[in-house]
């Protein structure tokens, strides 16, 4: 009887070594884990981004995981390292700079890992795009941002000969569609308000603190070394900016005269909600975290479901001459009057 047991133990023994030799592995392994590198976590947009993305995983047993560079690129690839060495299925990247694009993106095709960029197009050395991205028409959101700014404008009697107002419009010069924004925001600005005068317009460069900070220290440098500016109407690209360009110039007691428009109005609902019209935070740009989210996911599915190659991703969106797709999304005005209706749970 005791050899007939040893013989069983024996038995078992070597039918689990046979498993874990084959791969065998328990079902909670199986699940697809998919990596998203947040360039800078800290921003209302990134963490509706990372909802709305944990709510596509939802829908496919999948799990998400979050890595938050705080903008540092260094750290950034560190991450993508250790997410590749936890074997991820897919990574999904607001890239922390656009210059390590081309090594993110080799790196991903090296191990076999699909990858979509997010709002910040990945990029190489000629500024072509070197994998499928999903991002904001910048070009556009600095247009319509423009178009009411200068609406207002009019009809609160800010008029020619403009003595004593600034327009100050935000940008990052190594973030492209930032760059884009605020050359939608100019261009249309000066193309309506043609006689507006030059030495009274200030295009500024945020710094690398990120969020409300990054708009409140270049507004309040930009004030403080202007002091024959009264009336300041302002264009921010990134909504927390927005917020911190507010707090600037409340501190500098010019508020009440000034207006402040941002993209994004994932901050600026805060500030409604709590103020309502008492701000100088006067409109944003809406577009959700879901417009983006939802074409990440496809493009993403695209390739560890169907298989796609990069270049097959987002093909039927591709710009003249680009091998890889670039989708875009866009968005629509609010303020304090009508943010609830057209934002619907984002408002909340």
């Known amino acids: 009887m005791k050899k007939i047991f040893r013989i069983s133990v024996v ?6 070594m046979t498993l874990a030799v ?5 079902a909670e392994e199986d699940k697809m884990v998919i990596g ?9 947009w990134e963490q509706d981004m990372e909802k709305e993305l944990k709510k596509f995983a939802e829908e496919e047993d999948a799990t998400i995981i979050t890595m938050d560079s705080h903008l540092d690129p260094a750290e950034q690839l560190q991450q993508l390292d250790t997410m590749i060495s936890q074997g991820v299925d897919g990574i999904i990247i607001f890239v922390a700079n656009q210059k390590i694009s081309q090594t993110v993106v080799d790196k991903c095709l090296e191990e076999g890992i699909p990858i979509v960029g997010e709002s910040n197009r990945l990029i190489d ?15 556009g959101m600095g247009v319509i941002c423009a178009e009411w700014l200068v609406q207002y404008m009019e009809d609160n009697g800010i008029s020619a000969p403009y003595e004593g107002v600034g327009f100050m419009n935000l940008h990052e010069a190594d973030v492209s569609n930032i760059v884009d924004r605020a050359d939608g925001a100019e261009e249309t600005f000066f193309s309506l ?11 500024v460069e945020t710094g690398k603190e990120g969020g409300a900070a990054a708009g409140f220290n270049i507004a309040q440098a930009t004030i403080s070394g202007n002091p024959q500016i009264k ?12 917020g911190g360009v507010v707090r600037a110039l409340e501190q500098a007691g010019l508020a009440d005269d000034s207006v402040v428009v941002s993209m994004g109005a994932e901050s600026a609902r805060y500030e409604w909600a709590d103020k309502g019209s008492d701000t100088c935070w006067k409109a944003a740009s809406f577009f959700s975290a879901y ?19 990069l270049e097959d991703v987002f093909a039927d969106s591709k710009e003249p001459g680009q091998k890889y797709g670039l989708v875009k999304f866009t968005g629509q005005m609010v303020t304090p009057d009508n943010f609830r209706e057209i934002m619907g749970e984002y408002a909340e």
């Not at 038995?11 to 689990?16: D, E, F, P, S, Y």
């Not at 998203?36 to 209302?44: N, P, T, V």
Request: net charge negative; aromatic share 10%; hydrophobic share 40%.
């Open 22 to 26: 084959v791969g065998c592995k328990p």
């Open 11 to 16: 038995i078992a023994c070597l039918l689990i």
């Open 231 to 242: 009336k300041w109407v302002v264009i921010a690209p990134q909504d927390d900016q927005g």
């Open 36 to 44: 998203f590198l947040s360039g800078i976590y800290e921003i209302q």
């Open 125 to 139: 050395e000629e500024g072509n795009i070197c994998a499928p991205c999903v991002e904001l028409d910048g070009y």
């Open 193 to 203: 308000l043609p006689d507006f005068p030059k030495d009274n317009y200030f295009r």
């Open 291 to 309: 417009d983006c989210a939802v074409h990440a996911w496809r493009g993403l599915m695209e390739q560890v479901k169907e298989g796609k190659a």
